[in-house]
């Protein structure tokens, strides 16, 4: 008998247990996630929305933040993917919050990374690019590595929308150097895609269809649809661009056909009217719990009179005190109110210059930069026929064209110094330098141009002033230059001086006053404002006359400004002009370095029979740098390319390499870091129409050991090489 009891309650036991199990496997997480992804793959959505949004309350009833937070996660991946982006943002913004409760996961990282995609369809760059850092922080802090090339790439995709074109550039072939592994066929088509769209935007259309067409072809490995039809209509618009109007609509029809399949094949996963069902049926549960939690507000605004009536005579008393703070209130308020539009005003007022000033820089440091190349085969061609023997007729022709090269030059430069001040592209250095003999110098290199006008020229320095000074002393010669110049130039059979005047020393600053007087034309009263403008010289006359660009002044004032200084003009028509600024200068009791002299000439000896390799894209400068290497009986080979360029140098020697920095494809810079990568001692120099966005420092940085800027003096051209040949 009690055998058969213990037998009974045994076999209680394990039907309960059965029983239970059972119910934990039709009602888990884990089995509507199973449910879901079943129906996932028969492209029923309507039923996929439905058991996640299972999974999800039944995670909430369970008090499991984390499971609540991952199936969240997944329910705003799937509105991406549907491109249902306003439902798809709220959901992974909820499954944030919920992460951020927990310890960072690889699906928290994701849920920011989804989130980033999506504000990108939004066109919300700025919301985007916190998020796909978020993912990255978090994944370096997992120490994820799986994800790097698709997190380089969305960055790289914001900085191409934000038209950081140099940067997108930079990461996308980072991206594209990669090998065509599986998993990485879809991001490396993706990053050709978005270098295409950069070439497209800067008018390179041959350079744009050459990584569409790469991009379509490595698109076909995988099949990604969606990406195919971006691509196809990229073509048509580039095609388009160049007038091929055949092949432009044959694209346009290839992508209108895709794009109208992946319609029909979205409208098949979820039709609209499941969709809303999902919607209604969402907002039905969300309207109920709003209900509950209603009631619950009543219940408790019951209990609230109670208390408010015991506060109605408390009130009363205090009512007297409120009226009186209320109206100083309103007085404040409407204040506030006012200030608050005006501080408005200003900021737009404020934005809308800034925005005007970086066009304007932005524009010149363009236009600047584009004239450098054509300017270079002027110039380089004009010294080539000069050294040519050209006849006495052709030499004056010649020399007037040479002489507008250099003009042309200057010019450019000025324009260029202007943008990196106003873009605060310009740093100022504090090196120990010796005042008296750089203005010294700067007077004995110009004595040229004031004997040529007949000018008494006078250098009168306080022998007060301490000899050894910590400051800028290249701003310092680009102010003196430009002021002392513009003097001499606009005076004749007169008088120019500079004077320095120590006007106060104490706790090692010396204040000092400079003076920089002529006895020249005068400036009119009306214009002693706008000379400091740019382009400005007071008169079309006067620079129909004397020429020059009308930037200097504006230089000086800029670069004073830097320095914390300020100029002062005083000027009389045919009497002459003052122009005087103080500056405050550290004192220094150690003796300056002297700077080695840099002898302007070359040995010849040095570089001929050298063998130099010349990688340039540009025709013209191709042709003009082989013959002036060749004149100088130097051996040179001449390739387009960077990727080229890596491989001839795998395979022979070259005394040294000449570098155009912008090249198609892989650039000059990243070509030298390959190149380094196998070559450390064959010197590489870089040869750059060089832009607001480039400077000497940075690309010496990629392994480079000189930088010749286009267009250069032919001179300074072989003093170059003849340093480095040397070695």
Do not use: W
Request: glycine content about 4%; proline content about 2%.
């Amino acid at each position: 008998m009690h055998l058969k009891i213990k037998f009974y309650l045994i076999f209680i036991f394990l039907f309960n247990s059965i029983l239970y199990s059972q119910h934990e496997e039709t009602d888990s997480i884990s089995y509507y996630n199973n449910l879901a992804n079943i129906h996932i793959k028969k492209n029923q959505y309507k039923e996929v929305f439905f058991y996640t949004q299972k999974a999800i309350n039944y995670a909430q009833e369970k008090a499991n933040t984390k499971e609540q937070a991952i199936q969240t996660a997944k329910l705003g991946r799937l509105y991406y993917n549907l491109k249902k982006y306003d439902d798809a943002i709220d959901k992974l913004t909820e499954s944030i919050g919920l992460f951020k409760t927990l310890s960072p996961t690889p699906e928290y990282a994701k849920a920011y990374y989804y989130l980033g995609l999506t504000y990108i369809e939004k066109a919300n760059l700025a919301a985007a690019e916190t998020c796909i850092n978020k993912t990255a922080a978090i994944s370096k802090a997992l120490q994820l590595k799986d994800n790097d090339n698709l997190i380089l790439l969305q960055k790289a995709i914001i900085n191409r929308e934000n038209k950081k074109y140099e940067l997108a550039s930079a990461q996308l072939n980072t991206i594209i150097s990669k090998s065509d592994a599986p998993n990485l066929i879809d991001t490396k088509a993706e990053a050709l895609y978005q270098m295409g769209l950069i070439e497209q935007q800067n008018n390179r259309y041959n350079l744009a269809l050459s990584y569409f067409n790469k991009a379509l072809n490595l698109n076909a490995k995988n099949q990604n649809s969606e990406q195919k039809s971006h691509i196809l209509l990229a073509i048509s618009l580039v095609y388009d661009k160049m007038l091929d109007k055949s092949n432009a609509y044959s694209y346009l029809k290839l992508h209108l056909n895709l794009k109208e399949s992946l319609a029909i094949a979205n409208n098949e996963k979820l039709g609209i009217n499941d969709y809303e069902a999902f919607k209604e049926s969402q907002r039905k549960i969300n309207q109920a719990r709003i209900n509950k939690k209603k009631k619950d507000q009543e219940r408790t605004e019951k209990f609230s009179r109670l208390i408010n009536y015991l506060s109605v005579a408390l009130i009363a008393i205090l009512s007297l005190l409120s009226f009186s703070l209320y109206k100083i209130n309103i007085i404040r308020k409407k204040s506030n109110l006012l200030l608050q539009e005006k501080n408005n005003e200003l900021i737009i007022a404020k934005e809308k210059a800034e925005k005007a000033s970086n066009a304007r820089a932005d524009f010149l440091s363009t236009v600047s930069h584009e004239l450098r190349t054509p300017l270079n085969a002027i110039n380089g061609i004009t010294h080539l026929l000069l050294e040519e023997n050209p006849k006495k007729a052709q030499l004056h022709y010649l020399s007037s064209l040479q002489y507008s090269g250099n003009y042309l030059t200057a010019f450019i430069n000025d324009i260029l110094e202007i943008n990196k001040i106003d873009s605060n592209k310009i740093e100022i250095e504090r090196i120990n330098f010796d005042l008296k003999k750089l203005l010294l110098d700067i007077k004995n290199s110009l004595n040229e141009v004031a004997t040529k006008n007949k000018n008494e020229f006078i250098l009168e320095i306080d022998n007060a002033i301490p000899t050894h000074l910590t400051g800028d002393p290249i701003k310092l010669s680009q102010i003196f230059m430009n002021l002392i110049n513009n003097a001499l130039k606009f005076t004749k059979n007169g008088k120019v001086s500079i004077i320095a005047k120590l006007k106060s020393l104490e706790n090692q600053k010396a204040i000092i006053a400079f003076d920089i007087i002529d006895t020249g034309i005068g400036i009119p009263e009306e214009k002693l404002e706008s000379v400091f403008d740019s382009f400005s010289q007071g008169s079309t006359e006067i620079n129909r006359k004397y020429g020059g660009t009308g930037l200097g002044l504006t230089i000086v004032k800029k670069i004073l400004s830097l320095l914390g200084s300020e100029i002062h003009l005083k000027s009389n028509v045919g009497e002459g002009s003052t122009f005087s600024f103080e500056l405050a200068l550290t004192v220094n009791e150690q003796q300056p370095e002297q700077a080695p002299v840099q002898e302007n000439i070359f040995d010849l000896s040095k570089i001929k029979g050298k063998n130099i390799l010349v990688v340039e894209d540009n025709k013209i400068n191709q042709m003009i740098t082989k013959r002036m290497l060749e004149n100088r009986e130097i051996l040179c080979e001449v390739i387009d390319n960077g990727e080229e360029a890596i491989e001839v140098m795998k395979n022979n020697k070259y005394d040294l390499v000449l570098m155009d920095v912008h090249l198609p494809g892989i650039n000059g810079t990243i070509a030298t870091e390959e190149i380094r990568k196998f070559d450390t001692t064959t010197p590489i120099i870089a040869m750059t129409a060089i832009s607001l966005n480039e400077n000497r420092e940075m690309l010496l940085s990629y392994g480079m050991n000189d930088v010749i800027t286009k267009p250069f003096i032919p001179n300074d051209f072989y003093v170059i090489l003849s340093k480095h040949l040397a070695n």
